[in-house]
């Protein structure tokens, strides 16, 4: 049953410090996404990558925000440094794109985030 | 301003019940609609995608109606059950990109 990991599940940690999210796509799948979660905004699109080249981050604070693919079965998303304001859910998806998009994404379980 | 409204912003119902949630939106260029289910401490699941040609897409006891006209869809759940309660999510995808741009969601209740 293929699935979407991610890593760490939940994490806690001071103001200032760096933070790493780790995700594995589905195997065979070319388009990976990331999101950030919060009650207040929803889902919110920070970063996507098709065939590991990115493609749009414009979601996300390019300050503090950095997102790779070091291979296709790895996604990282960083944050250094860290502010209380970045708390939230994190999610990875990954589908396959065989066109112009519309694929179907499948979401992992999150990485929850605190910073305090 | 590319946006997408959802309706109600929850809804408890009775076990056995049809409901039908709303989404509009005001995306252009348009390339098509996601609904999501979400379950609590989940990730979303897509349930339906529908293109500019698509009216209507049934998954199970999921139906997704689209009126590109109106920028309007719809999801009508069928003879609820207790494993419906969630939150439901429309996601509209841009023309020419995947950037999307999601609704608030609809918190649905389903019970006994």
Sequence with gaps: DARVTQTPRDKVTEMGQEVTMRCQ????????????????????????FRNRAPLDDSGMPKDRFSAEMPDATLATLKIQPSEPRDSAVYFCASGLALGTGGETQYFGPGTRLLVL | KNQVEQSPQSLIILEGKNCTLQCNYTVS????????????????????????????????????????????????????????????????????????????????????
């Excluded at chain 1, 070319?30 to 009650?39: G, H, K, S």
């Excluded at chain 1, 207040?40 to 699109?45: K, P, R, T, V």
Aim: with cysteine; charged share 15%; net charge positive.
């Design chain 1, 25 to 48: 796509p589905i195997l065979g799948h070319n388009t990976v996404f990331w999101y950030r979660q919060t009650m207040m905004q929803g889902l919110e699109l920070l970063a996507y």
């Design chain 2, 29 to 112: 260029p348009f390339s098509n609609l996601r609904w999501y289910k979400q379950d609590t401490g989940r990730g979303p699941v897509s349930l339906t995608i529908m293109t500019f040609s698509e009216n209507t897409k049934s998954n199970g006891r999921y139906t997704a109606t689209l009126d590109a006209d109106t920028k309007q869809s719809s999801l009508h759940i069928t003879a609820s059950q207790l494993s419906d309660s969630a939150s439901y999510i429309c996601v509209v995808s841009l023309s020419g990109n995947t950037p999307l741009v999601f609704g608030k969601g609809t918190r649905l209740s389903v019970i006994a």
